[in-house]
């Protein structure tokens, strides 16, 4: 049984620990938080899993029942874990989130609900204005179908290159799940953090270029992400620089932080047909 614990109690701990400065968390580990607080059909056997339950096929991007992330993960057995190596050398794997019961200290849930609650508190590139308040309301958001984190497998140095970083650090994670409901569910969503000090070091490309071979090996024919602002112009190149296409512009859709007084930012919506996706595709 998952605890919920809520998360201002966590975020209490951390910020008396020194773990929370410039409003930004300065590790990311289980630990740390522990310590401091496809063909043009979809084949048959695609279609039955992504719609076997009723309540996971009513899932939408928004809203889903709790789980641990690994839903279909046979589907990808030949993908996860994936290993690379970043931009500063550190190597990295790309897994699902490690669990252990009544043990926080390994728990990576708990990392993972820190690091959504922190992009929330950001308020830059997400539309989310309360943050997670229980580890249960964070797996039934992040962990309803199939997620991961990129955890690095070896030391290096954070995006300042004057903080050290450790073997288990999580440097960000990332879920894929249906974007629409029911007869619509074949169209997949995908949520993307990176953790603020792990930054231009490759890792959003990583989990970017790993999410296109997932996505397309667990059955669903195309991706469509919802809100891509305007004002986050890494993630625009980036998504563009991966094949994405723009195929919406919704003019004053958000309230975000860093805005001048009264300035709502313009959204972008970006596609991806996975049936074009060569079958040989290696992130």
């Known amino acids: 049984?998952?605890?919920?614990?809520?998360?201002?109690?966590?975020?209490?701990h951390w910020a008396a620990r020194g773990v929370i400065a410039n409003g930004g968390l300065q590790t990311l580990t289980a630990r740390s938080v522990s310590a401091t607080s496809t063909s043009s059909i979809i084949p048959d056997k695609h279609v039955s899993l992504l719609s076997r339950s009723s309540?996971?096929?009513?899932?939408?991007?928004?809203q889903g029942i709790p789980g641990d992330g690994k839903h279909n993960s046979h589907l990808i057995s030949d993908l996860i874990p994936f290993q690379a190596t970043l931009i500063?050398?550190?190597?990295?794997?790309?897994?699902?989130?490690?669990h252990v019961e009544d043990d926080i200290e390994e728990d990576e849930y708990f990392a993972g609900m820190a690091l959504m609650n922190l992009i929330i508190r950001e308020g830059r590139s997400w539309p989310f204005d309360q943050e997670f308040e229980s580890v249960d309301d964070w797996r039934g958001y992040f962990l309803s179908h199939t997620a991961f984190v990129v955890r690095a497998i070896s030391n290096g140095m954070d995006s300042s290159k004057r903080n050290s970083s450790s073997v288990g650090e999580v440097l960000g994670c990332f879920y894929i799940k249906p974007n629409f409901p029911g007869r619509c569910s074949h169209i997949c969503n995908g949520g993307f953090i990176t953790a603020p000090r792990f930054r231009r070091l490759g890792v959003g490309r990583l989990m970017g270029r790993v999410f296109l071979r997932a996505a397309k090996d667990l059955g669903y024919k195309s991706s469509y992400f919802n809100l891509v602002f305007k004002s986050n112009k890494g993630s625009v190149l980036m998504?563009?620089?991966?094949?994405?296409e723009r195929v919406a512009?919704?003019?004053?859709?958000?309230k975000l932080e860093g805005l001048k007084e009264g300035e709502l930012d313009t959204a972008y919506g970006y596609r991806y047909d996975l049936e074009k996706l060569p079958d040989n595709y290696r992130p």
Not at 88 to 96: A, K
Not at 239 to 244: I, M, Q, V
């Open 1 to 12: 049984m998952i605890r919920s614990i809520p998360s201002r109690l966590i975020l209490r």
């Open 55 to 62: 309540n996971r096929s009513m899932t939408t991007a928004y």
């Open 88 to 98: 500063d050398g550190r190597r990295v794997e790309v897994d699902y989130f490690r």
């Open 239 to 244: 998504w563009e620089s991966l094949g994405f």
């Open 249 to 254: 512009v919704l003019e004053k859709a958000a």
